[in-house]
């Protein structure tokens, strides 16, 4: 492989590892329980992740980090990994990998509109373009005429209401870690998310008494491979790519290529689990993903 194109290649790794990592997610969210695959999949991430800095950096854990970003980084962390993907998780269970990741596809265009309210980013005649070929593109897979030719929803409402809040969630937790992180070590402020939504969650255990279902996923052997499996490839091989496309590569460019998840889970899904596919949800995938491309140009 050409190592000039390294960024490249690893963000299309990045957006595979995604792929994998949702579609583990929602077998083992089906087989169990969202909330507890949710959880679990953070304790998982926190052991690999920890390991990962022992080598890095030779520290395991984020003790350099300074006050103010401990802060905005804890809040990031329950916003997108407690919040936003409790709502992610069971929009996988609803909808499917495939709808799910296609309506997380909003995520990039919230982020840029919260970007321009908050740190008054302008939003470009593409970007703007880019927003209304996202929302057209997710318009035709979800909606269908119904009786008297009235649109309505083809999946389920509920579902759909959680995918919606599911990229909300990431959104603001990107604009939190963008407040908190700086010029500080990736990994480390992934850490720090990482245990803030640990505490996140225990507390949101306590208060709702949710125990069970964490024993249930624990007595599932097979699901708890699954979420385990999950755990690596997206927190830990997910994000590590990630970071290695945007130093080899034009951030705009790592970004881009990345958004393509709505239509790489495509072949995935059908390969995999013999799922049926429909041309307007090839068509409203692709146009999903042109519009997430504009954003970046």
């Known amino acids: 492989m050409n190592l000039s194109h390294i960024g490249e290649f690893s963000a299309l790794l990045t957006a595979f590892f995604w792929v994998i990592s949702g579609t583990f997610f929602e077998r083992a969210s089906k087989r169990t329980s969202s909330l ?122 509920y579902g759909l209401f959680c995918g919606l809040m599911g990229a909300v969630g990431q959104s603001f937790g990107l604009i939190l870690s963008k407040q908190g992180m700086g ?53 830990v091989l997910g994000v590590g790519f990630s970071l290695l496309a945007i130093q080899n590569a034009p951030a705009a460019v790592a970004a881009a290529i990345m958004s393509i998840m709505p239509v790489l889970v495509i072949p995935v899904n059908w390969l995999a689990f013999k799922e049926k596919i429909k041309w307007f949800e090839v068509l409203g995938s692709m146009v999903t993903v042109v519009g997430v491309v504009l954003l970046y140009l």
Request: hydrophobic share 55%; glycine share 10%; proline share 4%.
């Open 183 to 235: 010029d500080y070590y990736p990994f480390a402020a992934t850490q720090i998310r990482i245990i803030a939504s640990i505490a996140g969650f225990i507390l949101f255990f306590l208060i709702g008494n949710h125990w069970h279902k964490l024993h249930v996923l624990l007595r599932d052997g097979k699901a708890a491979r699954m979420t385990a499996t999950g755990a690596f490839f997206g927190p």
């Open 36 to 157: 507890a695959v949710s959880f679990l999949r953070m304790i998982f991430a926190l052991g690999i992740i920890s390991i990962v800095l022992w080598i890095l950096r030779g520290n395991p854990f984020a003790t350099d980090a300074p006050p103010s970003a401990w802060l905005w980084l804890s809040l990031s962390g329950v916003v997108g990994f407690v919040i936003g993907d409790i709502f992610l998780f069971e929009a996988y269970v609803r909808n499917g990998t495939r709808i799910t990741l296609l309506l997380m596809s909003l995520s990039p265009v919230l982020t840029g509109v919260l970007s321009f309210f908050i740190f008054g980013e302008v939003l470009k005649p593409l970007a703007i373009l880019g927003i209304a070929l996202t929302l057209t593109g997710i318009a035709v897979v979800i909606l269908t005429r119904g009786e008297k030719n009235k649109l309505k929803l083809r999946v389920n409402s």
